[in-house]
């Protein structure tokens, strides 16, 4: 055998490896069982189970096998790597939006978080998604220099039907063309005449758009263009922190939203 890239390799180039190990995960295996369960012919099983063995991975007595505890030790952390490969694939076309320049965590935090980003069959899901997280949520707290109608209407609905309760510090160009858009417009008034809303205008730009609907945070990514591209959604504790204390820096910072400009 070669060294540790070898036996990197040799895991990572074959899925039946590995499947085989996390089968024998839960404790041993007769030999028939494991053809069954990893869906490889004998000959393969046998090749499988030699190679594993020869790694100290495996020990066999028989028709029985089992996992040794440094094959469990092997695979718990090649698992691990793969988690992260995995996250890392699904921020790696995202990744030329994100405000990285903007945010104090480590993009690791991001490692359980949702990406969501246009399919071929739905080119607005990302923003559909966002849209869903205002419609559900009690409370949302939005920091933000653009929107879309689906934002404005699913808030609209939930203020309205549910009582959300609804903070948001909008730059002043922003709150314009929401009220400037026959859509929006009316909308936006609506939100703003509920009691559990309430909107602070801030004159000077503000950093990365971001929201937190019920404690999970919405990082919108959008291009040069200010085309929105993907829709980051997150749990993780460093990134909710940091997101409630620029909102509330923000927000302290803001004045509220003069009502003689919603005569639309």
């Known amino acids: ?28 295996r007769h030999r028939d069982e494991l053809i069954a369960q990893v869906d490889v012919s004998r000959v393969t099983l ?24 440094l094959g469990a ?22 990744i ?3 405000p990285s320049e903007e945010v104090p965590f480590d993009v690791r935090c991001l490692r ?14 990302h923003v559909q998604r966002g849209a869903d997280c205002f419609r559900s949520a009690r409370w949302a707290r939005v920091l933000s220099s653009q929107t879309a109608p689906p934002i404005i209407e699913a808030t ?17 160009d922003l709150v314009e063309t929401i009220l400037d858009d026959s859509t929006m417009g009316p909308q936006f008034v609506e939100i703003l005449g509920a009691p559990t809303a309430s909107v602070a205008v801030y004159d000077e730009p503000l950093p990365a758009v971001t929201f937190i609907t019920d404690g999970t945070v919405g990082i919108p990514l959008t291009d040069d263009e200010d085309i929105a591209r993907a829709l980051i959604l997150s749990d993780d ?8 204390t620029t909102f509330e820096h923000y927000r302290d910072r803001a004045a509220p939203l003069d009502r003689d400009v919603l005569a639309v």
């Open 96 to 98: 030329p939006w994100f």
């Open 1 to 28: 055998m070669g060294g540790a890239y070898d036996d990197v390799a040799f895991l990572a180039n074959s899925a039946n490896r590995v499947a085989v190990l996390e089968a024998l995960e839960a404790g041993p």
């Open 46 to 69: 046998s090749r499988i189970l030699a190679d594993l063995e020869d790694r100290r991975w495996v020990e066999r007595a028989g028709q029985e096998c089992w996992l040794t505890p």
């Open 237 to 244: 504790e460093s990134v909710y922190d940091w997101a409630e």
């Open 112 to 125: 359980e978080a949702t990406v969501c980003v246009p399919s071929s069959t739905n080119v607005w899901a």
């Open 73 to 94: 030790w092997v695979l718990e952390e090649f698992t691990d790597f793969l988690d992260v490969m995995a996250t890392e694939h699904r921020l790696r076309e995202v």
């Open 156 to 172: 609209a609905v939930a203020v309205a039907e549910r009582g959300q309760v609804f903070e948001a510090v909008l730059t002043r």
